[in-house]
């Protein structure tokens, strides 16, 4: 079985964001103090004996809301070599310019420190994946997002920052309706503009299931046409009646185990993901979750795809 990533979820309380389109929030987390080493070494042995490489820092809330979790994870991939080359971190932004004050044990000069950015590094994340729902002003997004006032932040100068302290940074946009009104070059030349060198087109997931998310999605998601005109634009397009192709403007890269390819585009890599819940492809995983409770899965909403 070809598996890309293992997503590790950190438990929390709720979540500190209030996205319309989130079902996580709404559920209670008993685990939030829960942390079991060696079950946590076990499955992680597990991912890298079955070529696992990268791994998926996540949360049903944001990871940065429960750091013990997190210096606990970092003692154990510290313990184990730090198995997983290639870490992410995903996030909507909040929390990661956290600042405090510390005086200088020599200098006794008043210094400011950032604990969450030393948390990541010790963990060994290379990427921050910013989960964006809008990218060209920042009240909507965060207003979507539902980010407090006291945690609200500019996407430019948050991703300026991270890039200074040499993380990747991915933009994985929200593909909702504002998106119908700007066209494919118009993203994605923003999106270089905020200095993102990874782009992540997410199709809006919704289910039949009538619930407030759900019915929000249906209201809010962009068209098709705006994912068939993204996806054109990059990888081109074949017309009949010419007898020909098209050329889009991305240069293919590779494809990805679960089937989505990725295309180099103005320097940047870019991917629409069709299959945010991992369900089309049986043959190949796109990841497996390592839950909350310390068990591992094949899916996000489903107990019985238990692995163990």
Partial sequence: MNIQTI???????????????????MHSNPYVGHFDAFQMEKRIKWAVMNGINTCIITGTGEALQNTNFLYNLGEVFAKMDYPFPNVELQTTGV????????????SGDLLFYYPNIDLLKNLGVNTISLSVSDIFFDALNTQIIGVRPKLEFKLDELISFLKKNDF????????????????????????????????TFRRMYSDD?????SQWVEKN?????????????????????????IPG???????????????????????????????????????VILRENGKLYAQWDNEGSLIF
């Fill in 7 to 25: 997503s590790i979820v950190v438990p929390t309380v709720g979540c500190v964001n209030k996205c319309p389109f989130c079902v996580s929030r």
């Fill in 95 to 106: 929390m990661l310019e956290k600042k405090e004050e510390a005086f200088g044990s020599k």
């Fill in 168 to 199: 990747n940074i991915r933009l994985s946009l929200n593909m909702l309706k504002h998106f119908d009104d700007v066209t494919p070059e118009g993203i994605l030349r923003k999106c270089k503009e905020l200095g993102a060198e990874q782009v």
């Fill in 209 to 213: 299931d009538g619930s407030e998310q």
């Fill in 221 to 245: 998601k962009c068209s098709e046409r705006t994912l068939e005109n993204i996806k054109h634009y990059i990888q081109g397009d074949y017309v009949i009646k010419d007898g020909g192709r």
């Fill in 249 to 287: 403007y991305g240069t293919f890269l590779y494809k990805l185990p679960f089937g989505a390819s990725v295309y180099s585009i103005n320097g940047m890599s870019v991917v629409m993901d069709d299959d945010c819940m991992s369900k089309e492809n049986n043959e190949s995983l796109k990841y």
